[in-house]
């Protein structure tokens, strides 16, 4: 895994813990449904690019952990609404819960200035899916997470110092670090938007995870880099 996971590992462990804590609902787990299966960077992504994002514009407390947590909740949501095949009516009651869980969270953790962008987002996510589903366009062509990482970096970043050319330059990282991360070759466009930032530190973890991202595309993309 790359660096920046492993720097920002004790505080995505308490995002982990604070996710696994609010979906046990009464003490009891959730129903027997088929969850997302994660593999280790679906985990860590969303959620360090919020933390990151907050870190770097001077910000680190609670309200970056619960908004980390926030997205991972959206995009555990997204991935069931989906995925629904036999028991389509808990699976997508799983989802809605999730959702709800996202909404509570802001409400108690001082996040609720993002309820009216996050809202727009998962419209945003709702129309792209039931379009593809009117064309019969699979999963794969889906821009769940490029929406998802451009809005973690742009919220994220305001938790701290707004300054809005800076707020912007996360929002152009978030948005090509997710293209990265659905298997779009753009690299390039990505380094190009990472040097906008100041904190050499910080272009240098991201470099990092933009080679680590681009390793995982196919190989007629990546050639094409």
Request: proline share 4%; glycine share 6%.
């Amino acid at each position: 895994m790359t660096a920046l996971f492993e720097l920002l590992r004790p505080e995505l462990q308490m995002v982990h813990l604070r996710l696994e804590r609010e979906t046990r609902l009464q003490k009891q787990g959730l129903p027997a449904v088929t969850m997302p299966v994660l593999n280790p960077l679906d985990e860590d992504f969303l959620p360090a690019l919020v933390l990151l994002s907050a870190h770097t514009q001077g910000y680190s407390g609670s309200r970056a952990l619960s908004l980390a947590a926030v997205f991972q909740f959206i995009f555990l949501a997204s991935l069931m609404h989906s995925d629904v095949k036999d028991e389509v009516a808990v699976q997508t009651l799983v989802g809605d819960y999730f959702y709800a869980r996202f909404l509570d969270l802001l409400c108690r953790d001082g996040n609720l200035q993002f309820l009216v962008p996050l809202s727009r987002l998962i419209c945003q996510i709702h129309l792209d899916a039931a379009g593809r589903h009117e064309k019969s366009v699979s999963a794969d062509g889906s821009h769940l997470r490029e929406y998802l990482a451009t809005m973690a970096t742009y919220l994220g970043s305001q938790l701290g110092k707004v300054e809005p050319q800076k707020v912007e330059a996360w929002k152009e990282i978030g948005m090509f670090l997710g293209k990265l991360w659905n298997g779009q070759p753009v690299k390039v466009k990505a380094g190009q938007a990472i040097e906008k930032l100041a904190p050499k530190a910080v272009k240098d973890l991201l470099v990092e995870l933009v080679f680590h991202l681009s390793e995982k595309l196919p190989a007629k993309q990546v050639m094409a880099l």
